[in-house]
């Protein structure tokens, strides 16, 4: 494996969330990112994500049209997640890509053994490659659907650029995650209230 998961952060909270999260704004989706973040969500196994990781040699047309719709679903969700944040109208140009996804990709839910538990997994009608993107489309539309109520969130550091999504009982989760950005941000309040009298957190 040329990519660890670990690589991928999976903070999210949901799916869709953590697919905006794997390809930084400043930086394009790779096919091994994408495969690495499949695995790593266990949307596909490390036996099929293997056999993925080379499809670019034996299909280059086939990687390239998925790569190219991983892409452009990406953008859209980011786009998607940062208006709503300002509060702003979504645009039809942004929900189509997704739609588009949602509607290829026709199939059930079924229960499949996973390390002697069970989990729902996805079960896609047709043969194709876009089921992969199936599971991500559908987070996003789920987070869409929930509108102002969605408890979408963006980290509180300026630098960091992280969404989460905010499971916590308070609602006042601030930062993606406590242990890198939030104790980054303690460690600096910390160093402000021994220089200032009056620090404002
Ligand atoms: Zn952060």
Sequence with gaps: MSLSPSSIHLLGGRLSIDFVNAA??????????LIGFLESTNIVSPERG?????????DPQASDALLLKARKLGWMLR?????????QKLAWE????INEILRITEGHDEL??????WKIEFIAREGGLDWLLAAVAR?????IAEGARARLRLCANPHCGLFF????????????????????????????KHTSA????
């Design 139 to 143: 987070s996003g539309a789920e987070i």
């Design 50 to 58: 293997a056999q993925l990781l080379i499809l670019p040699q034996s």
């Design 24 to 33: 930084p704004p400043n930086a394009e989706l790779s096919w091994d990112r």
């Design 94 to 97: 942004w929900i189509e890509p």
């Design 165 to 192: 999504y905010d499971n916590s009982r308070t609602r006042q989760r601030r930062w993606c995650s406590m242990a890198v950005c939030g104790n980054r941000s303690k460690v600096a309040a910390f160093a402000r």
């Design 79 to 87: 786009k998607v997640f940062a208006s709503m944040l300002r509060r």
């Design 112 to 117: 499949v053994p996973q390390g002697g538990d």
């Design 198 to 201: 009056r620090s404002a957190t």
